[in-house]
C-alpha cells in the first residue's frame, strides 16, 4: 500500500534559526496537505498543494510540492516559540479514493527561546 | 458552536471490556474517519465512513467495529479491548469535493487507557 515518509522524526531549534521537514510518497499522489498539531492538541489543517511543482507560502512558512508529485517540503523561516509542534505531511494516492488520507509519521519541532 | 465533539476526552477501562468512543460533528460532512495516534507511529486510518451506512476498513481496523446510522455520528467500539489498544484516539470529517482534496477537521481526542 501507499506509503509517506516523514523526516526528520525530531527537530530542535534555537528560536530565530529556519526549520524543514521533508515528506516523500512511495507513489504518485493527486495532492498533499500538511497538518500542525501542538503539544496534547489535535491536528489542524494548514494547506493544500495540488499542482506540480506548486509552492505556496503562508507568513514565514513556504510549502513546495514537488514536480513529480511524490515529495513535498514545509519550511519555516526564522522560527518563533508559537512554532512549536509536530507536523504531519498526509498525502492522497493518485487515482485512489477521493478522501482517504496517508499521513506521515510527523516531525516534532521544537524551539529553544 | 458547531464543530466536531468527542467523548469521553478520557477512559481507562479494563483488558477484555467493551468500549465506545463518541464522535459528533455538526457540519454534516459526508466523510468521517477513526486514526489512532501512537508515539512512534504518527496517525493511523482505523476506519472511515463516506456517509450514512457506508464504511470501510482503514490500515489498522482489527479488534474495532464502526456504524454510521446517521451522518453526524460515527463511534467507534472496542469490541474485547487489549493493552495494545491504549491510545489517541481522533475522529475527523470531511466534506465531499469533486474536484477531491478535502482538509480533514479533527476532534479534540479521547485518550484511551486498557490496564
Known amino acids: 500500500g501507499q506509503q509517506v515518509m516523514q523526516i526528520p522524526q525530531y527537530q530542535h531549534v534555537q528560536e530565530g534559526e529556519d526549520f524543514t521537514t521533508y515528506c516523500n510518497s512511495s507513489t504518485t499522489l493527486s495532492n498533499i496537505q500538511w497538518y500542525k498539531q501542538r503539544p496534547g492538541g489535535h491536528p489542524v489543517f494548514l494547506i493544500q498543494l495540488v499542482k506540480s511543482g506548486e509552492v505556496k507560502k503562508q507568513k514565514r512558512l513556504t510549502f513546495q510540492f514537488g514536480e513529480a508529485k511524490k515529495n513535498s517540503s514545509l519550511h519555516i523561516t526564522a522560527t518563533q516559540t508559537t512554532d512549536v509542534g509536530t507536523y504531519f505531511c498526509a498525502g492522497r494516492n493518485s487515482g485512489g479514493s477521493n478522501y482517504k488520507l496517508t499521513f506521515g509519521k510527523g516531525t516534532l519541532l521544537t524551539v529553544n527561546p | 458552536d458547531a464543530g466536531i465533539t468527542q467523548s469521553p476526552r478520557y477512559k481507562i477501562t479494563e483488558t477484555g471490556r467493551q468500549v465506545t468512543l463518541m464522535c459528533h460533528q455538526t457540519w454534516s460532512h459526508s466523510y468521517m474517519f477513526w486514526y489512532r495516534q501512537d508515539l512512534g507511529h504518527g496517525l493511523r486510518l482505523i476506519y472511515y465512513s463516506a456517509a450514512a451506512d457506508i464504511t470501510d476498513k482503514g490500515e489498522v481496523p482489527d479488534g474495532y467495529v464502526v456504524s454510521r446510522s446517521k451522518t453526524e455520528n460515527f463511534p467507534l467500539t472496542l469490541e474485547s479491548a487489549t493493552r495494545s489498544q491504549t491510545s489517541v484516539y481522533f475522529c475527523?470529517?470531511?466534506?465531499?469535493?469533486?474536484?477531491?482534496?478535502?482538509?480533514?477537521?479533527f476532534g479534540p481526542g479521547t485518550r484511551l487507557t486498557v490496564l
Open positions: 475527523a470529517s470531511s466534506e465531499y469535493r469533486l474536484q477531491g482534496g478535502n482538509e480533514q477537521f
